[in-house]
């Protein structure tokens, strides 16, 4: 008893002699007006769960104050789960209990994540690393951005969603694939790769003599004959130091590759763009990379 008088009396004590402290704010004095709020929204994968706790996520997504639901990112296998037959009835259910929550909904192109028919059917479309490896399904991005047969799989989903949904009122916008990179094993190295790099060269310079003057592959004898005989840099088939121009220009021609890949801005805006208002927003996901 003695011990808890002595501390009531010492917090008394601190109490009196602490300074007069400003008055603490409330919760509403950190209110900002409306028009400096940031618009917040949630990736929801219904895909992943079962369709009757879809109800009760997408309830909890609007009590937990988000403006925005981002569906069908990376759900290429449930929206064509063999080739040509597509699905769509869970996506609409989806779509539906978020606009009667009053989300805005953002539908994305699910273009990062290729199904296991088509890579198996096509294995061209899987991306090759510097070290010459083909790569595998199982995680996303794997799929080479230059391979026509790729960019034909990419035009025909995005197509049928541009259909389905492109003049839906309730879909406030689109997320143009995920993510513009391949994790850090950027660019590909396969042999669709090699033959654009090669055009984008041909193109850029025109004849052979005013790339090997602009690399300055007088040095160590670098002098090409052909477009067709320079290769990406890589350390698989390169055994000293690449030439600075070379990485460069390798850079370059994946930027280009990138920008205009067909599950990015261009390709896939013209594809949905035909469906919905030129004022539809189409943003990207940026991330490392
Ligand atoms: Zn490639």
Redesign the pocket.
């Known amino acids: 008893m003695k011990r808890i008088l002595l501390r009531a009396l010492a917090t008394i004590t601190l109490c009196y002699l602490a300074p007069a402290m400003p008055a603490q704010p409330t919760a509403a004095a950190f209110k900002f007006p409306p028009a400096d709020l940031m618009n917040i929204g949630v990736y929801y994968y219904p895909e992943a769960w079962p369709a009757a706790q879809w109800p009760r996520d997408m309830a909890n997504i609007k009590k937990l104050g988000m403006e925005f639901g981002h569906l069908g990112e990376f759900a290429w296998a449930f929206m064509e789960p063999t080739e040509g037959h597509f699905d769509f009835a869970w996506l609409d259910r989806n779509v539906a209990l978020a606009a009667e929550q009053g989300l805005k909904v953002v539908l994305c192109t699910p273009t990062p994540a290729p199904p296991i028919w088509l890579t198996e059917a096509h294995p061209d479309v899987l991306?090759?690393d510097a070290s010459g490896r083909r790569q595998v399904h199982g995680t996303r991005q794997h799929a080479?951005w230059?391979?026509e047969t790729y960019r034909r799989y990419v035009a025909k989903i995005v197509g049928e969603l541009g259909r389905r949904y492109g003049k839906d009122a309730r879909v406030w916008g689109w997320q143009l694939d995920n993510e513009l990179t391949h994790y850090g094993k950027e660019p590909?190295?396969?042999d669709?790769?090699q033959r654009k790099f090669q055009a984008w060269l041909k193109n850029k310079y025109g004849e052979i003599a005013a790339l090997n003057r602009d690399w300055g592959n007088a040095f160590w004898s670098q002098l090409y004959q052909r477009f067709d005989q320079i290769r990406l840099p890589n350390t698989r088939e390169f055994v000293a130091q690449f030439n600075p121009h070379h990485m460069l220009d390798a850079q370059r021609w994946f930027d280009a590759v990138t920008s205009g890949r067909p599950l990015g801005r261009r390709r896939s805006t013209i594809s949905l763009g035909r469906a919905s208002s030129s004022t539809t927003p189409c943003p990207h996901r940026m991330s490392r990379g």
């Open positions: 991306m090759v080479c230059s391979v590909c190295f396969c669709a790769c």
